[in-house]
């Protein structure tokens, strides 16, 4: 059963989240609008498990602050939660941001508009066992095609690679993972040999791998970051493509063995357009959800769970554009929170059509 813990869109209150939720360490949840607020910039904001929602900080471009926030936060060594902004900054070309659970925040880099750094950051960020932060721009770099990039721990930022290159990754929009070898893993939604989105890995020093190459048939333009399994392999999901149109959810190794588990839209209840990462839940099946699809013909978004032989169901489905108590067009990955239920964020819809958090039973 799924309840609706808040709905954004009151006055003066954020709207449309697009990042997912952290669990911070006093057991409240932490997590950023990408627009409305007092400065239409988006908000950062807290909501306990019982659903009352403090507003921390709103978002004002104007002031040199971040505005759109749409990657989900990461809880860096500090405690404090780091994210990034497609604007905003000193250039408005976007921003890497930390926040405390006070809502004071910092902004700790602005993209320049020159071509050699990256632009319009989107994805979450990724730390190394050194404090060293990772992530990636949509574009810019030597190409135009978006970067990966490093900012240590004294604010120096460098850029690491540069994508475009002939069958290259580009355009990533999603976030990195460090995988159990210590080198990073990523998507991108479009590039490759297809042109259809790519898995790849770096390594620290710079070094990149297209790992696979996503045609129609086994998925299109991965919108998301990978998930890590216990056993050094991942998990994903592509917007598009595979065997009905509507995505898939897929099964990689770091050397590249890719296997589709699961491709959406084989019926008309079923499930549509992941944009969001998969969580491994603690029964060790997949949960996730997608922004179209669901029972009914509805329209609005399902959450699905799927276990790792491939065996897919639908738990929720949100209700269209005139049925959505609980919100509609989930594009964040859903959080298990420390009291074993399933947490996350909607769009659109709600009581004041700004959006929703929601908490699965």
Do not use: W
């Amino acid at each position: 059963m799924v309840s609706t813990l808040y709905s954004f869109g009151a006055t003066g209150d954020g709207q449309e989240p697009f990042a997912g939720l952290v669990q911070g360490s006093d057991g409240n949840f932490y997590g950023t609008t990408s627009s409305s607020g007092p400065y239409r910039n988006g908000t950062f904001f807290r909501i306990t498990s019982s659903g009352q929602e403090t507003l921390l900080h709103a978002f004002n471009s104007a002031t040199g602050d971040i505005a759109a926030s749409a990657s989900t936060l990461t809880i860096g060594p500090d405690g404090r939660f780091y994210g990034a902004a497609p604007f905003g900054g000193t250039a408005d070309m976007g921003a890497v941001f930390a926040a405390d659970m006070n809502g004071t925040v910092q902004v700790l880099y602005s993209f320049s508009s020159t071509n050699a750094d990256g632009q319009h950051p989107r994805g979450k960020v990724v730390f190394d066992t050194a404090g060293n932060l990772y992530g990636t721009t949509t574009f810019g770099g030597a190409y135009g095609m978006g970067t990966v990039y490093k900012l240590t721990p004294n604010g120096s930022e460098s850029i690491l690679y540069s994508f475009g290159a002939a069958s290259d990754a580009a355009g990533p929009s999603n976030g990195l993972v460090l995988g159990n070898d210590g080198n990073l893993y990523g998507t991108s939604s479009s590039g490759g040999s297809t042109g259809k989105g790519t898995v790849f890995k770096l390594t620290l020093a710079g070094q990149e791998t297209v790992l696979h190459s996503f045609g129609s048939g086994d998925g299109a333009s991965p919108e998301s970051e990978l998930t890590l399994a216990r056993d050094g392999s991942f998990y994903g999901t592509t917007y598009g493509g595979g065997a009905y149109g509507c995505g898939t959810v897929f099964h990689i190794t770091p050397a590249g063995n890719e296997t589709v588990l699961y491709a959406f839209g084989a019926t008309s209840n079923d499930a549509c357009g992941p944009m969001a990462a998969v969580t491994i839940g603690s029964d060790g099946n997949l949960y996730g959800t997608a922004g179209s699809g669901g029972t009914g013909n509805l329209g609005g978004g399902a959450i699905f769970t799927l276990t790792t032989a491939g065996k897919e169901s639908v738990l929720y489905s949100f209700g269209g554009l005139n049925n959505n108590p609980n919100g509609r067009e989930p594009a964040a990955p859903l959080i298990v929170g420390l009291d074993g239920m399933i947490y996350g964020t909607a769009v659109l819809g709600g009581t004041y059509g700004g959006g929703t958090v929601f908490r699965l039973n």
